[in-house]
């Protein structure tokens, strides 16, 4: 099994910044993709952003230019740095994590982003 435990997220005016970050333990040998996903109210759970072991990244479009997601592989972290931050990126943030031998995905308990304008 996996476990995944977040940490960052709270209150943030708009054009401020905030980190998250993502702690994996259990059976990390397991993991390949890791990435964050945000869900706001009545909307559908979406990817912000993905980082593979070897450090390819992806993002939304809505968050390119503004955050940064990197990994640490001796710390078995993810961070995302966030940017410029905007209301519309209020939402729950959760850590996501792909076992690379099969379709099982795991995630983090999520962590509350709240961006005042």
């Known amino acids: 099994q996996v476990h995944l435990g977040e940490s960052g997220g709270g209150l943030v005016q708009a054009g401020g910044s905030q980190r998250l970050s993502c702690a994996a333990s259990g059976s990390i040998f397991r993991i390949n993709l890791m990435g964050w996903y945000r869900q706001a109210p009545g909307k559908q759970r979406e990817l912000v952003a993905d980082i593979s072991t070897s450090g390819t990244t992806n993002y939304a479009t809505s968050v390119k230019e503004r955050f940064t997601i990197s990994r640490d592989h001796t710390k078995n972290t993810i961070t995302l740095q966030m940017n410029m931050l905007k209301p519309e990126d209020t939402a729950v943030y959760y850590c996501?994590?792909?076992?690379?031998?099969?379709?099982?995905?795991?995630w983090g308990q999520g962590t509350q982003v709240t961006v005042s304008s």
């Open positions: 996501n994590a792909r076992n690379r031998y099969g379709p099982t995905v795991y």
